[in-house]
Nanobody, 119 residues
Framework: HVQLVESGGGSVQAGGSLRLSCKYS??????KGWFRQAPGKERERVAS????????YYADSVKGRFTISEEQWQSTVYLQMNSLKPEDTAIYYC???????????????WGQGTQVTVS
């Protein structure tokens, strides 16, 4: 398994920015992603990438505002979130997995989540 620990969440006003970090350890994973779940809503994949930094995916709702990146030498995945909106409020989870990174089902290792609140 992969151990994942998120940080960087918090409260911000609409239009502001936050950067989430996910420190990972354990076996290597082909796919890394960020998911979020708002109260009463299903969990959705926000962004993901593969081990080569390719096949980057963004949900339509965050395209142009969020950027996923990975610093492998730091074993850390980031999610830079700009122009935040109240609808971005959710618990954000870092996840990892193998196989085809375009399928959410492949993400089988999860962090504990970090709260992001936009007012």
């Amino acid at each position: 398994h992969v151990q994942l620990v998120e940080s960087g969440g918090g409260s911000v006003q609409a239009g502001g920015s936050l950067r989430l970090s996910c420190k990972y350890s354990g076996r290597s994973s082909r796919c890394k992603g960020w998911f979020r779940q708002a109260p009463g809503k299903e969990r959705e994949r926000v962004a993901s990438l593969d081990v080569f930094g390719e096949n980057t995916y963004y949900a339509d709702s965050v395209k142009g505002r969020f950027t996923i990146s990975e610093e492998q030498w730091q074993s850390t995945v980031y999610l830079q979130m700009n122009s935040l909106k109240p609808e971005d409020t959710a618990i954000y989870y870092c996840a990892a997995g193998g196989g085809d990174c375009s399928f959410s089902v492949v993400y089988t290792d999860w962090g504990q989540g970090t709260q992001v609140t936009v007012s």
